[in-house]
């Protein structure tokens, strides 16, 4: 059955280590509450270590070196640099939009909204948000789930419930950039996570420019601080001002940087995390069983937040879709 984060870890390796360790950790990918979060639906592995090694700590061992195994050695060749757990397009995320948008042909609307999905002879009439109406056999939704719940909702009420029950939180960043000797101390690592039982009004700190090497010059440092989410909800309220200032003091708290900063951009993105609370996995078989012949959901909402999980999800979606097209004569 399944159980939250913080259940499963404080059953295995006690209070602080939940504390100091996993919900930092954790909270920093999902945006989440531990005492909310599925373990099945986040960490499987996780229980999947449990009931294979009865221990965490044997689980992750016997992981580590199968990853060994599986790049040939324990260490890196001499000279060599050590594979990073971490990639990004060199020219950031927006450029693998911009390469699939390339390859896509057909019938292309980009910039328009789909704002009814209606039954039709032999599958579904969209209507666009231009006025024209596209007609379909199979419709595949990668929207955010209550966006997915609002078109289904006079199709399929049931699954526009389930779809609505999916909880969303909003999350922001703010970018600064500076000086490499304006940071008092060298700067190793990727960056911090923050427990919640510090309650500083920041989840997070990424160095940027150590994470991935390209994002600035040399001599020079960029930082990447994580706010919003479930953890501070209230960090989302904040002028631009009020939040600039707030970010420079925990700077200089946790990193001793006081300097001004050469340049700052602020990111805010409202009920954008999907939350996959206790019971997630099957909330989603129950969407799934719920939607009309010919309507598909993916995206971050469901199986996985990161790019990987999704590109999977749509792939998989995309093999469903294709089976059940007949095949042109």
């Not at 019938?107 to 969209?126: Q, S």
Request: with cysteine; net charge neutral; aromatic share 6%.
């Amino acid at each position: 059955s399944d159980e939250t984060l913080a259940e499963f870890v404080r059953r295995r390796l006690g209070d602080e280590a939940l504390d100091k360790i996993a919900e930092p950790l954790m909270s920093g990918i999902y945006n989440a509450e531990a005492d909310k979060q599925s373990v099945l639906a986040t960490f499987p592995r996780f229980r999947e270590m449990e009931e294979k090694y009865g221990s965490l700590t044997k689980g992750m061992l016997a992981a580590q070196a199968a990853r060994k195994n599986a790049n040939g050695a324990a260490n890196p060749a001499p000279g060599s640099k050590p594979l990073s757990a971490f990639v990004s397009p060199r020219g950031g995320t927006e450029t693998m939009v911009d390469a699939l948008t390339a390859q896509l042909t057909g019938d292309l609307r980009m910039g328009t909204g789909v704002e009814a999905i209606e039954p039709a002879a032999g599958g579904y009439r969209l209507q666009l948000s231009d006025g024209t109406t596209l007609t379909a056999s199979q419709v595949i939704m990668a929207t955010p789930a209550y966006v997915s719940g609002k078109l289904v909702r006079p199709l399929a009420p049931e699954a526009a419930e389930l779809l609505d029950g999916i909880r969303y939180v909003s999350t922001g960043t703010i970018s600064l950039a500076f000086r490499s000797s304006e940071a008092p101390n060298p700067l190793k690592g990727y960056g911090l996570v923050i427990p919640m039982s510090a309650r500083r009004p920041i989840n997070a700190i990424t160095l940027s420019s150590v994470k991935f090497a390209q994002r600035a010059p040399n001599g020079h440092l960029l930082l990447r601080i994580f706010f919003g989410g479930s953890r501070s909800p209230q960090s989302m309220e904040l002028d631009d001002a009020t939040l600039y200032d707030t970010v420079r003091r925990e700077l200089d708290a946790l990193l001793g940087i006081d300097a001004e900063p050469l340049f700052h951009r602020i990111y805010r993105w409202f009920r954008s995390n999907p939350q996959y609370d206790v019971g997630h996995l099957e909330r989603i078989a129950a969407i799934e069983q719920a939607l009309p012949p010919g309507i598909h959901v993916t995206g971050s909402a469901y199986r996985g937040v990161g790019i990987p999980d999704c590109v999977k999800q749509s792939q998989e979606t995309a093999q469903r879709v294709a089976a059940a097209v007949p095949a042109p004569a």
